[in-house]
């Protein structure tokens, strides 16, 4: 009898399984992922220490870079500029520092007018310590948004963390050229918390989470054209995501908003009645909804092409 | 929140010639390290901003023994804490040298 | 002249009362809480079936609405105290006295309840010792019982989750005991039959499915990088020079993040087909890489999991199925087989203190103990040799003779040095020593004793205790592994160092593991979504825990 025998030349560092997950990824390795290797400048980086006035008055913790991570980088060799949020850091909730620090990046992008924008979100929505900073922000962000875009820079965003894309995180998402979203990320503004507390449960019950990603979840969000990609979860599935939305996004002009106006409006007029989801994409033509939220990416990746055209001029 | 301050003499230099990094982020029973290189070879300062009071002898205690095993001369590691626990706390440490390690930067 | 059939007229006596509700065995749902009011008598030994995760949800219920004018000073006897119907018969007066093993969800109220002296404790028994009463001191007058299905006859369909159903019935019927089980619906042919209709003397039918705790779902997404360093040392410290191929694993994170470092970091080790093969588990969703990988050979299940059904199913080269396809798990055997025909047992604790002894009771929790104390302790009447076996007896007793050495079973408390809210795993003294003070216990409620424990294992590294040859030994190979804790800190270096250098203590860099390459990319699942597409979308986990 023997016992077992490591062979410790067999054992290498690297994990056998390794995909780079974005829903994983803090917001700092999606922005090393997403960019050439080494292309990336920060602004106001952590040694900066422009950290949130609010914060400290209410005895909690800060972060170096308040849970926003901005700065210069190249995809394929062009030049991009970047906006990460940390999720995990006060649910990537928008602060005046945080809200700030992509203010500035989006008007940087509207002055020079040749870099398009990267919006990696998030978040659940504005921090309640500094709600009306934040909320300033956001409406300062929303119109440094749509200055750049009308100067001709595409504003793409990317949804995949795990605090999703709530609040008024929602609200800036809607405003983008363009958005990348995996099966994982949620694009909501009202999250499923608030609607349970507001209206009851059985209007909306927040622990049903099938409910919860059927109802804002990126495969619902790509069915009913409010994404125009879907990514599988990977870093490398957003970067190409974001490589294709750049060439794509649209400036916006009279005829688009028009054009979604009237895209909005033909929505309500299909689906006003629909209870759920899943009468929402039964109604779209597919032949069993109930299957769709166990469809592998690339499934899925195909049946949403065939029930809903994936880009539209308007947004 | 509770604000401790550590220096220690630090046998050797700390490898690499990065100037900066950053590691984990502040969350629940989570840390970030900001580690920049910037203090004189044979010293390693900590700076710690923390939720969880009253755990001073323990954080003198990690950060002792980190001293004693990473060697981080010249580097100060300005930590922001929220809540966690010291074997969180020692992984942050080392990762934070870890990346020190690299070039550039 | 001496009787010697009164507990049969009793038994008759009781189901005549019962029959004035029942067509044949059938009772309406309506007339429950009036059945169990005929049935029960003042003072019964009952058992509310109340496993670890199958609840007899109706019954618990009627039975807390029953007239305590007429039910009171009930002596509980079940496994499992879980809902809060279980409770509330204390706190109606229905109930006064309880004997069980295991009161998760319960756990704060039933200590209060204690505190307050609403109950009257007979002891925490482990499953096997309680399971044990019911065939010698304690067996039940009445049994309420949970089942899937029933025919016209009383025949009963367990499914999957079988779980003490068998220990219960056998007990309570072959003793002139009266059996009651509430089943989902019934039926005109059951799947299989797992009681037998004349052991059963009325069903009722409950047009929903019992509730079911899904217990042994650990989320992957949660698994931290010092779980995973854990769960690197005790591969590779542990599993791999032990040979360890039957074994039982806690329901902690420690041991999920083992479960899924096998197909990765195991499978790199070259420890596939050597390790792990055998199980007496439930159905782990965290298992399901390692099967799929072909690290499992068989398990045998206490219980069910939710969710897994359909994947079991799929398996049977590797689960115990009846001739239906579906699980058949039976907590009394199960735990036969982790008592006696496991190599090693590896789980978490809440505390452990200097001798080595463990306890999931807090201040103010009283969890019970579950599985792990038979699981978690060496079969003293155990016989048959195995290499983990053998082993282990030879470093715990040298000098012996190896024909007349006993082996010994490997036991490990597995964790971090520091738990939630940054309570210290290892304490100068549990709170089961002050609970069973305030309560005047005879005995405290230990998890795993001492000397029973073989090995434990921090994120610091892995102390042998097999190797201690002396209570100061031992003391500071605990303390050792401690790491800042106060008993951490307490520790005499230089005879920890000593320890270190005789191999008592292991640290990372002594395994060859560097703490920065435990990553949660060594995790074969980094998330339930994972596990679904793993188990080729066979395994339909709870909504609580998707994000899709």
Same mark, same amino acid.
């Given at each position: 009898?023997?016992?077992?025998?490591?062979?410790?030349?067999?054992?290498?560092?690297?994990?056998?399984?390794?995909?780079?997950?974005?829903?994983?990824?803090?917001?700092?390795?999606?922005?090393?992922?997403?960019?050439?290797?080494?292309?990336?400048?920060?602004?106001?980086?952590?040694?900066?220490?422009?950290?949130?006035?609010?914060?400290?008055?209410?005895?909690?913790?800060?972060?170096?870079?308040?849970?926003?991570?901005?700065?210069?980088?190249?995809?394929?060799?062009?030049?991009?500029?970047?906006?990460?949020?940390?999720?995990?850091?006060?649910?990537?909730?928008?602060?005046?520092?945080?809200?700030?620090?992509?203010?500035?990046?989006?008007?940087?992008?509207?002055?020079?007018?040749?870099?398009?924008?990267?919006?990696?979100?998030?978040?659940?929505?504005?921090?309640?310590?500094?709600?009306?900073?934040?909320?300033?922000?956001?409406?300062?962000?929303?119109?440094?948004?749509?200055?750049?875009?009308?100067?001709?820079?595409?504003?793409?965003?990317?949804?995949?963390?795990?605090?999703?894309?709530?609040?008024?995180?929602?609200?800036?998402?809607?405003?983008?050229?363009?958005?990348?979203? #995996?099966?994982?990320?949620?694009?909501?503004?009202?999250?499923?918390?608030?609607?349970?507390?507001?209206?009851?449960?059985?209007?909306?019950?927040?622990?049903?989470?099938?409910?919860?990603?059927?109802?804002?979840?990126?495969?619902?969000?790509?069915?009913?054209?409010?994404?125009?990609?879907?990514?599988?979860?990977?870093?490398?599935? !957003?970067?190409?995501?974001?490589?294709?939305?750049?060439?794509?996004?649209?400036?916006?002009?009279?005829?688009?908003?028009?054009?979604?106006?009237?895209?909005?409006?033909?929505?309500?007029?299909?689906? @006003?009645?629909?209870?759920?989801?899943?009468?929402?994409?039964?109604?779209?033509?597919?032949?069993?909804?109930?299957?769709?939220?166990?469809?592998?990416?690339?499934? !899925?990746?195909?049946?949403?092409?065939?029930?809903?055209?994936?880009?539209?001029?308007?947004? | 929140?509770?604000?401790?301050?550590?220096?220690?003499?630090?046998?050797?230099?700390?490898?690499?010639?990065?100037?900066?990094?950053?590691?984990?982020?502040?969350?629940?029973?989570?840390?970030?390290?900001?580690?920049?290189?910037?203090?004189?070879? @044979?010293?390693?300062?900590?700076?710690?901003?923390?939720?969880?009071?009253?755990?001073?002898?323990?954080?003198?205690?990690?950060?002792?023994?980190?001293?004693?095993?990473?060697?981080? @001369?010249?580097?100060?590691? #300005?930590?922001?804490?929220?809540?966690?626990?010291?074997?969180?706390?020692?992984?942050?440490?080392?990762?934070?040298?870890?990346?020190?390690?690299?070039?550039?930067? | 002249?001496?009787?010697?059939?009164?507990?049969?007229?009793?038994?008759?006596?009781?189901?005549?009362?019962?029959?004035?509700?029942?067509?044949?065995?059938?009772?309406?749902?309506?007339?429950?809480?009036?059945?169990?009011?005929?049935?029960?008598?003042?003072?019964?030994?009952?058992?509310?079936?109340?496993?670890?995760?199958?609840?007899?949800?109706?019954?618990?219920?009627?039975?807390?609405?029953?007239?305590?004018?007429?039910?009171?000073?009930?002596?509980?006897?079940?496994?499992?105290?879980?809902?809060?119907?279980?409770?509330?018969?204390?706190?109606? @007066?229905?109930?006064?006295?309880?004997?069980?093993?295991?009161?998760?969800?319960?756990?704060?109220?039933?200590?209060?309840?204690?505190?307050?002296?609403?109950?009257?404790?007979?002891?925490?028994?482990?499953?096997?010792?309680?399971?044990?009463?019911?065939?010698?001191?304690?067996?039940? %007058?009445?049994?309420?019982?949970?089942?899937?299905?029933?025919?016209?006859?009383?025949?009963?369909?367990?499914?999957?989750?079988?779980?003490?159903?068998?220990?219960?019935?056998?007990?309570?019927? !072959?003793?002139?005991?009266?059996?009651?089980?509430?089943?989902?619906?019934?039926?005109?042919?059951?799947?299989?039959?797992?009681?037998?209709?004349?052991?059963?003397?009325?069903?009722?039918?409950?047009?929903?499915?019992?509730?079911?705790?899904?217990?042994?779902?650990?989320?992957?997404?949660?698994?931290?990088?010092? %779980?995973?360093?854990?769960?690197?040392?005790?591969?590779?410290?542990?599993?791999?020079?032990?040979?360890?191929?039957?074994?039982?694993?806690?329901?902690?994170?420690?041991?999920?993040?083992?479960?899924?470092?096998?197909?990765?970091?195991?499978?790199?080790?070259?420890?596939?087909?050597?390790?792990?093969?055998?199980?007496?588990?439930?159905?782990?969703?965290?298992?399901?890489?390692?099967?799929?990988?072909?690290?499992?050979?068989?398990?045998?299940?206490?219980?069910?999991?939710?969710?897994?059904?359909?994947?079991?199913?799929?398996?049977?080269?590797?689960?115990?199925?009846?001739?239906?396809?579906?699980?058949?798990?039976?907590?009394?055997?199960?735990?036969?087989?982790?008592?006696?025909?496991?190599?090693? !047992?590896?789980?978490?604790?809440?505390?452990?203190?200097?001798?080595?002894?463990?306890?999931?009771?807090?201040?103010?929790?009283?969890?019970?103990?579950?599985?792990?104390?038979?699981?978690?302790?060496?079969?003293?009447?155990?016989?048959?040799?195995? %290499?983990?076996?053998?082993?282990?007896?030879?470093?715990?007793?040298?000098? #012996?003779?190896?024909?007349?050495?006993?082996?010994?079973?490997?036991?490990?408390?597995?964790?971090?040095?520091?738990?939630?809210?940054?309570?210290?795993?290892?304490?100068?003294?549990?709170?089961?020593?002050?609970?069973?003070?305030?309560?005047?216990?005879?005995?405290?409620?230990?998890?795993?004793?001492?000397?029973?424990?073989?090995?434990?294992?921090?994120?610091?590294?892995?102390?042998?205790?097999?190797?201690?040859?002396?209570?100061?030994?031992?003391?500071?190979?605990?303390?050792?592994?401690?790491?800042?804790?106060?008993?951490?800190?307490?520790?005499?270096?230089?005879?920890?160092?000593?320890?270190?250098?005789?191999?008592?203590?292991?640290?990372?860099?002594?395994?060859?593991?560097?703490?920065?390459?435990?990553?949660?990319?060594?995790?074969?699942?980094?998330?339930?979504?994972?596990?679904?597409?793993?188990?080729?979308?066979?395994?339909?986990?709870?909504?609580?825990?998707?994000?899709?």
């Amino acid at each position: 009898m023997s016992t077992v025998t490591l062979d410790n030349a067999k054992v290498e560092r690297q994990p056998l399984v390794s995909t780079d997950s974005w829903y994983e990824a803090s917001a700092r390795q999606r922005v090393e992922g997403l960019l050439d290797a080494n292309s990336f400048v920060e602004f106001i980086g952590p040694e900066m220490r422009e950290i949130s006035p609010h914060l400290a008055l209410f005895d909690l913790p800060e972060q170096f870079d308040d849970g926003m991570v901005v700065g210069l980088g190249r995809i394929d060799g062009a030049p991009v500029l970047v906006a990460a949020q940390e999720g995990r850091f006060m649910g990537g909730a928008f602060g005046e520092v945080h809200g700030a620090k992509l203010k500035g990046l989006l008007r940087a992008a509207r002055d020079m007018a040749s870099m398009p924008v990267l919006i990696l979100f998030d978040t659940g929505g504005v921090r309640l310590q500094e709600a009306n900073a934040g909320e300033l922000a956001i409406a300062e962000i929303m119109r440094a948004l749509m200055e750049a875009r009308f100067a001709g820079v595409p504003v793409v965003g990317l949804v995949g963390g795990r605090s999703g894309c709530y609040g008024g995180g929602g609200l800036i998402a809607g405003s983008c050229s363009a958005l990348a979203v #995996s099966e994982q990320g949620r694009i909501s503004v009202s999250g499923p918390e608030v609607i349970e507390t507001n209206r009851g449960v059985e209007e909306f019950d927040s622990k049903d989470r099938a409910l919860v990603w059927r109802t804002m979840g990126g495969k619902h969000r790509r069915l009913i054209g409010g994404a125009e990609v879907f990514a599988d979860d990977t870093i490398e599935s !957003f970067r190409n995501a974001a490589r294709y939305l750049i060439e794509l996004a649209p400036a916006p002009t009279l005829d688009t908003l028009e054009a979604e106006q009237a895209r909005l409006a033909q929505r309500i007029h299909d689906f @006003g009645d629909c209870a759920d989801a899943l009468d929402i994409w039964r109604s779209l033509g597919a032949s069993e909804p109930e299957t769709i939220p166990a469809l592998s990416y690339e499934a !899925f990746v195909a049946l949403a092409d065939r029930l809903q055209e994936p880009r539209h001029d308007a947004r | 929140m509770e604000t401790l301050n550590y220096r220690n003499k630090a046998q050797q230099r700390a490898k690499g010639t990065r100037r900066q990094a950053i590691v984990g982020v502040v969350a629940s029973g989570n840390l970030e390290v900001l580690v920049e290189r910037i203090l004189p070879d @044979g010293e390693c300062e900590v700076d710690i901003r923390t939720a969880a009071e009253g755990f001073g002898e323990v954080w003198q205690a990690v950060i002792a023994d980190f001293v004693e095993r990473r060697s981080p @001369g010249g580097l100060k590691l #300005s930590i922001n804490d929220g809540g966690a626990r010291p074997d969180t706390v020692a992984l942050r440490l080392a990762q934070a040298v870890s990346a020190m390690e690299g070039e550039r930067t | 002249m001496t009787v010697w059939n009164s507990a049969q007229r009793l038994r008759d006596e009781r189901i005549r009362a019962g029959a004035a509700y029942a067509q044949g065995k059938r009772v309406a749902k309506a007339d429950a809480t009036a059945l169990l009011e005929a049935v029960i008598r003042p003072g019964d030994r009952v058992c509310l079936e109340g496993d670890n995760q199958k609840q007899a949800d109706l019954l618990a219920s009627a039975l807390a609405a029953v007239d305590k004018n007429r039910i009171h000073d009930l002596h509980m006897v079940q496994s499992g105290v879980v809902l809060p119907e279980h409770l509330d018969l204390f706190e109606l @007066g229905i109930a006064r006295r309880l004997d069980y093993a295991y009161s998760g969800p319960q756990s704060q109220r039933i200590a209060k309840l204690l505190f307050g002296g609403k109950i009257e404790l007979g002891a925490v028994h482990t499953y096997l010792e309680l399971f044990a009463r019911y065939y010698v001191d304690l067996t039940p %007058q009445v049994a309420l019982i949970a089942a899937v299905s029933a025919d016209r006859e009383g025949n009963l369909y367990t499914g999957p989750n079988t779980e003490d159903t068998p220990a219960i019935v056998e007990a309570t019927a !072959f003793k002139d005991g009266i059996v009651i089980a509430q089943v989902n619906e019934i039926v005109d042919k059951l799947p299989r039959v797992d009681i037998p209709g004349d052991w059963v003397n009325f069903v009722i039918e409950s047009g929903k499915p019992f509730y079911v705790e899904p217990l042994f779902t650990r989320d992957p997404g949660a698994i931290t990088e010092t %779980q995973i360093l854990t769960a690197m040392l005790a591969i590779k410290g542990i599993y791999a020079p032990y040979g360890v191929q039957r074994l039982n694993h806690g329901i902690g994170f420690n041991t999920a993040a083992i479960e899924l470092l096998l197909p990765t970091y195991g499978e790199r080790l070259g420890l596939k087909g050597k390790v792990a093969s055998h199980w007496a588990l439930n159905p782990h969703p965290t298992l399901i890489p390692a099967i799929e990988s072909g690290w499992v050979q068989q398990i045998h299940s206490f219980g069910s999991e939710v969710g897994m059904d359909a994947y079991i199913q799929a398996r049977p080269d590797v689960f115990f199925t009846g001739p239906d396809g579906s699980l058949r798990s039976n907590r009394a055997m199960s735990q036969t087989a982790g008592l006696y025909a496991c190599d090693m !047992f590896i789980g978490s604790t809440l505390q452990i203190d200097l001798h080595g002894n463990s306890s999931t009771v807090t201040a103010d929790r009283v969890a019970g103990f579950g599985g792990a104390p038979n699981m978690g302790s060496d079969a003293r009447g155990r016989r048959h040799p195995s %290499q983990p076996w053998l082993l282990a007896g030879k470093e715990a007793d040298p000098d #012996s003779p190896a024909p007349l050495r006993r082996g010994r079973k490997l036991v490990v408390q597995i964790g971090e040095t520091f738990g939630e809210k940054n309570a210290p795993m290892f304490v100068e003294q549990l709170d089961a020593l002050k609970l069973a003070s305030k309560l005047d216990l005879e005995l405290a409620p230990v998890m795993v004793y001492g000397d029973d424990v073989t090995h434990i294992v921090t994120e610091e590294g892995i102390a042998n205790l097999l190797l201690c040859r002396s209570n100061d030994e031992r003391e500071h190979a605990i303390r050792g592994v401690a790491g800042y804790t106060d008993v951490g800190r307490a520790r005499d270096k230089k005879l920890v160092q000593q320890l270190r250098e005789r191999g008592v203590i292991r640290r990372p860099e002594d395994l060859g593991i560097d703490p920065l390459d435990a990553d949660r990319r060594w995790l074969a699942a980094r998330s339930i979504k994972d596990l679904v597409q793993w188990s080729g979308h066979l395994y339909a986990p709870p909504s609580k825990f998707r994000n899709w």
